[in-house]
């Protein structure tokens, strides 16, 4: 299941937000990127890291723009993520050499893209990031390495019960509405049920 059902009403699992270890010192950026093609893990003192190659979240990006980190975080690389980046630096053959360090990350996708999505259904919304519904989604999501396809896929009970838990706080769904009309146009659960109940 995407969303754990008691992610409301608990401290958001580990990997919400998930803090690097590699420095002690203070975050210096938090800014949305949007990942990049290459993850490629590398193993030192038996520990795993991962160099991490990534774009600001803007919409036109070039070879120039990407940026390369390295984290002992395991992120998905499905969606665009809020980093917590560190500037630091380390000695390598008695040279310094400036690296960049990801401390912190969660799932961050631009309210842009769920209103693009929403219009394919004939849906008008305006998502904010301080919505129920899209905080809901982010840890899930964050949280669970799943994709909002596997959202759209599940069973009609864990769906329903994901959807309810998702827009408890919520008058008039937005996101969900839209993946109310995705379950339907793909066979899954009922359309006009859903499109708007609580």
Request: with cysteine.
């Given at each position: 299941?995407?969303?754990?059902?008691?992610?409301?009403?608990?401290?958001?699992?580990?990997?919400?937000?998930?803090?690097?270890?590699?420095?002690?010192?203070?975050?210096?950026?938090?800014?949305?990127?949007?990942?990049?093609?290459?993850?490629?893990?590398?193993?030192?003192?038996?520990?795993?890291?991962?160099?991490?190659?990534?774009?600001?979240?803007?919409?036109?990006?070039?070879?120039?723009?990407?940026?390369?980190?390295?984290?002992?975080?395991?992120?998905?690389?499905?969606?665009?993520?809020?980093?917590?980046?560190?500037?630091?630096?380390?000695?390598?053959?008695?040279?310094?050499?400036?690296?960049?360090?990801?401390?912190?990350?969660?799932?961050?996708?631009?309210?842009?893209?769920?209103?693009?999505?929403?219009?394919?259904?004939?849906?008008?919304?305006?998502?904010?990031?301080?919505?129920?519904?899209?905080?809901?989604?982010?840890?899930?999501?964050?949280?669970?390495?799943?994709?909002?396809?596997?959202?759209?896929?599940?069973?009609?009970?864990?769906?329903?019960?994901?959807?309810?838990?998702?827009?408890?706080?919520?008058?008039?769904?937005?996101?969900?509405?839209?993946?109310?009309?995705?379950?339907?146009?793909?066979?899954c659960g009922k359309k006009a049920a859903m499109t708007n109940?609580?």
């Amino acid at each position: 299941m995407l969303v754990p059902k008691a992610l409301p009403h608990v401290t958001p699992p580990r990997r919400t937000r998930a803090r690097s270890s590699i420095s002690a010192k203070p975050p210096t950026a938090r800014n949305p990127y949007l990942p990049g093609s290459k993850t490629r893990p590398f193993f030192v003192d038996g520990r795993i890291y991962y160099e991490v190659t990534f774009y600001r979240a803007v919409n036109k990006v070039n070879k120039t723009d990407r940026i390369i980190a390295f984290t002992d975080i395991d992120m998905t690389d499905k969606y665009s993520a809020m980093l917590t980046l560190q500037h630091d630096a380390m000695n390598v053959l008695d040279q310094t050499m400036p690296i960049t360090v990801i401390r912190e990350w969660e799932v961050s996708i631009r309210p842009c893209e769920f209103d693009n999505f929403a219009r394919l259904f004939d849906i008008l919304t305006d998502i904010r990031i301080s919505f129920p519904e899209y905080v809901y989604l982010m840890r899930g999501l964050t949280a669970g390495f799943g994709s909002l396809l596997d959202l759209i896929d599940m069973p009609d009970d864990e769906y329903k019960a994901t959807r309810a838990e998702g827009t408890s706080l919520v008058k008039t769904p937005q996101i969900f509405a839209a993946l109310d009309q995705a379950r339907a146009s793909r066979g899954c659960g009922k359309k006009a049920a859903m499109t708007n109940a609580p």
